[in-house]
C-alpha cells in the first residue's frame, strides 16, 4: 500500500518575532506536520532553533512537530527537541558516529526516530537500520539554507531508498521525504521517484496564493505525480 502524500513546511522562511502565529496559520492551511530546521553552526554554517524556541510554539497547534536535526552529536540533545515538543527526530547519518546506537536511542525516549541522507551520501548507509525508522530523508540540497536549487540528479537515489524500504518489508511503514528546492516545478519528480513526504519552505511562503493554495497544489501535483500502484 503506497504511503500517503503528506506536506510539511519548513518553517525557515517563517517570521520569527511571531512564531506561534506563523505556526498556527500552517495549521489552518492544512499542513500534515511541521518541520523545524535545526542547525548547529558545525554540521552546517547555520544556526537556528534552540529547544525552547520550539516548545515556544508547541501550544499554538496540534499538527505534529518534527526536528530536522542538522547537528554534530544529535545525542547530546535529542532528549530535548522531543521534550520541547518534537515526535519525531530526524538524525544525519554524517553526523553520528554510531547511527544505530543514536537511532535506537532516540527511540527510547519514546519518540519516532529517521535518518537523513545528504547529497552525497550513498543510500546503502542506511540498510542496516530500516528497522529503527519510521522515515528515510533524502536530502535534495546540501543542507544549511532555504531557497537553494533542487538537485534533480537526487531521484535515482530517491526511488534506490523506497526500493529499499520496500524490500526490507517496510512499504507500509516507513515514509520517504525529501527537502530542498520542492516546489510546484520539482515535486513530480520527486514524488515520481517515491517519496512521499514532501517538504517545502520557499515553495509554500512565496506562493502568490497563500499558504492554504500552495499547500492544496503541492498535494494534488504529488498525488496525481505518484507511481501507479505495483
Ligand atoms: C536545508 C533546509 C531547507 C528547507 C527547505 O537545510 O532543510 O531545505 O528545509 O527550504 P526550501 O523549500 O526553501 O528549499
Redesign the pocket.
Known amino acids: 500500500m503506497a504511503r500517503p502524500i503528506q506536506i510539511s513546511p519548513?518553517v525557515?522562511?517563517a517570521d520569527f518575532s511571531r512564531l506561534g502565529e506563523e505556526v498556527a496559520a500552517l495549521d489552518e492551511a492544512g499542513v500534515d506536520l511541521i518541520?523545524w530546521?535545526v542547525?548547529d553552526g558545525r554540521f552546517?554554517p547555520n544556526l537556528t532553533f534552540g529547544p525552547d524556541v520550539i516548545a515556544s510554539a508547541r501550544s499554538y497547534t496540534t499538527v505534529p512537530f518534527e526536528a530536522?536535526l542538522?547537528v554534530l552529536e544529535p545525542d547530546q540533545l535529542a532528549a530535548r527537541y522531543v521534550e520541547a515538543g518534537c515526535s519525531r527526530l530526524i538524525v544525519h547519518a554524517e553526523a553520528c558516529t554510531h547511527l544505530h546506537r543514536t537511532l535506537d536511542y532516540i527511540n527510547g525516549l519514546g519518540a519516532r526516530a529517521a535518518v537523513a541522507l545528504n547529497p552525497s551520501t550513498p543510500a546503502a548507509e542506511i540498510s542496516h537500520v530500516l528497522d529503527l525508522v519510521d522515515l528515510v530523508l533524502v536530502?535534495t540540497?546540501n543542507?544549511?539554507?532555504?531557497?537553494?536549487k533542487y538537485i534533480s540528479t537526487m531521484e535515482p537515489k530517491i526511488a534506490e531508498v523506497r526500493s529499499m524500504i520496500d524490500r526490507a518489508g517496510y512499504a507500509d511503514t516507513v515514509d520517504l521525504e525529501v527537502?530542498?528546492?520542492?516546489?510546484a516545478a520539482t515535486i513530480t519528480g520527486a514524488a515520481s521517484a517515491g517519496a512521499n513526504v514532501l517538504?517545502?519552505?520557499?515553495?509554500l511562503y512565496k506562493h502568490p496564493g497563500g499558504l492554504k493554495a500552495a499547500v492544496d497544489e503541492l498535494r494534488s501535483l504529488a498525488t496525481a505525480a505518484r507511481p501507479p500502484a505495483a
Not at 143 to 148: A, E, I, L, N
Not at 179 to 183: E, L, T, V
Not at 199 to 203: E, L, P, S
Open positions: 519548513s525557515l522562511p518541520q530546521d542547525m552546517v530536522h542538522m536530502m540540497v543542507p544549511g539554507f532555504g531557497g537553494q527537502d530542498g528546492g520542492i516546489s517538504i517545502a519552505g520557499t515553495a
